[in-house]
């Protein structure tokens, strides 16, 4: 009997994993627009796209109704699953303790539960990137806090949220920070210039000393070396100095980018640079260096007092006119639900419609290496779908369903339930 309906599950499982989306409007992303068109899923994935698709037999249909269906998307820099409330420690899985830490995979932290995943889910993001650390400015997270997951927002267990455990190692690269934030304090504390140099100074001989023990190790286990006793640390650097797996070089700042750059061309390394907020005339830098870039969101406001107002709206548009590959994240938990918001502002300050929908879709996922499963609307890739009433990256346009792996997850969270429980107040 228990094998019966282990059985019948399953079979419903992949029942519900196989069917036929019409009537809609289909935005793949990679291709142009195709009105009245149909979807054929089956087991997760999507078999066909087109205009004339027959259902065939038995399989169910879902009938669109002139909604538009759009690739799920990818917000490339939150702590969902690793921190809930901010200010509450036992619920923050980010910022351990020590300097170096490459063989932490946040991902087996992530909490299936956590309340921020159904709220992100509910605005057409599919899949997120978790880091392992705060980019608030609060001290702590270390120089190498660990490994950047890519994963899903679906799935009962880490282990069926994974897509990447190890998308990138992280690598915060020291800075001139002349203020930090620090728990308990309203503002941040100012630090004198000689001290925030020292800070600096020593931090970045701390990683180029690890880097230089990396090597070393690497090249004692080239060798074959009997004595070289096994170093965690070290045994997961290797991956990322045969260059298997990329360094998302975090680097706001002018300076900061070009020395981060510089420090990767020395390293040979595979890098993606995260937290760009200022690049100035490292633009060129990163152009040269032919790196892809995580934004912070385009709407924070300048970061000083003469640039002009629109600095950070621009940036998308002007990093698209130079050919610099781009993706956005929000590096938050709060505000992981409005990327596509970011990706359409950023569309009224210059930068295509188009580009700014492949911004959070097709882009981020080349950049993280899976624009074979993810990212648009083709055949053989994961049926990770949204269904809309108009343009998801308009605030207006309401989310109707979202499917990830072919799998109807709805749009319920903590808000509709709220809200349903205050309408009702009597």
């Known amino acids: ?17 196989t069917f036929l989306l019409r009537n809609v409007t289909v935005h793949p992303v990679s291709d142009p627009d195709i009105p009245n068109a149909a979807i054929l899923v ?8 087109g205009t004339r698709l027959a259902a065939p037999k038995g399989i169910r249909v879902i009938d669109g109704k002139g909604q538009h269906v759009f690739p799920g998307m990818i917000n490339s820099a939150t702590m969902i699953g690793l921190s809930e409330v901010g200010a509450v420690s036992a619920g923050n899985d980010v910022g351990e303790a020590g300097d170096f830490n490459p063989q932490l995979r946040p991902l087996i932290a992530v909490n299936p539960d956590s309340e921020h995943i159904p709220v992100t889910r509910a605005n057409g993001i599919t899949s997120v990137v978790t880091l392992p650390v705060s980019l608030t400015g609060t001290s702590g ?3 190498i806090p660990g490994h950047a997951s890519l994963l899903r927002l679906d799935g009962w267990t ?9 998308a990138a190692m992280v690598l915060q690269f020291p800075e001139v920070r002349l203020s930090i934030n620090t728990p308990g304090e309203l503002r941040p504390v100012r630090i004198p210039f000689l001290e925030a140099r020292r800070t600096y100074e020593s931090r970045l001989r701390d990683l180029t000393t690890f880097f230089e023990n990396a090597r070393r190790y690497q090249r004692a286990r080239t060798a074959g070396d009997a004595q070289l006793r096994t170093d965690i640390r070290l045994e997961a650097m290797l991956p990322v ?11 706001g700042n002018e300076r900061a980018i070009r020395e981060a750059l510089a420090f990767g061309g020395r ?28 934004l912070r969101e385009p709407t ?54 188009q580009e700014a929908l492949r911004s959070v879709t097709l882009s981020p996922a080349t950049i993280w290496g899976q624009d074979d499963s993810l990212g648009s609307i083709e055949k053989g890739k994961w049926a990770d ?26 749009v319920e969270s903590k808000h509709t339930r709220l809200y349903r429980r205050y309408l009702a107040r009597p």
Do not use: C
């Open 141 to 143: 997270g270390g120089i």
């Open 241 to 251: 100095l045969e260059g298997k797996v990329p360094v998302l070089l975090l680097a």
């Open 42 to 49: 089956r087991d997760g994935r999507i078999a066909d796209v």
């Open 300 to 353: 924070d406001l300048p970061g000083r007092e003469d640039d002009p107002y629109d600095h950070n709206y621009s940036l998308p548009a002007r990093l698209h006119k130079e050919g610099i590959r781009f993706a956005l994240g929000s590096f938050n938990n709060q505000f992981a639900r409005n990327i596509g918001f970011q990706a359409a502002f950023a569309a009224a300050y210059g930068l295509p419609p």
């Open 385 to 410: 779908l949204v269904l809309a009433d108009g343009d998801i990256l308009e605030p207006r346009t309401n989310v109707t369903q979202v499917f990830i792996h072919g799998r109807e997850t709805g």
């Open 1 to 17: 009997m228990r094998a019966l309906y282990l059985a019948a599950a399953l079979a419903a499982a992949l029942h519900a994993e």
């Open 158 to 166: 880490w282990e069926e949220m994974e897509i990447n455990r190890a």
């Open 267 to 294: 390293e040979k390394l595979k890098v993606i640079l995260g937290g760009v907020r200022d690049p100035g005339a490292a633009m060129a830098a990163i152009k040269a260096a032919g790196v892809p870039v995580i």
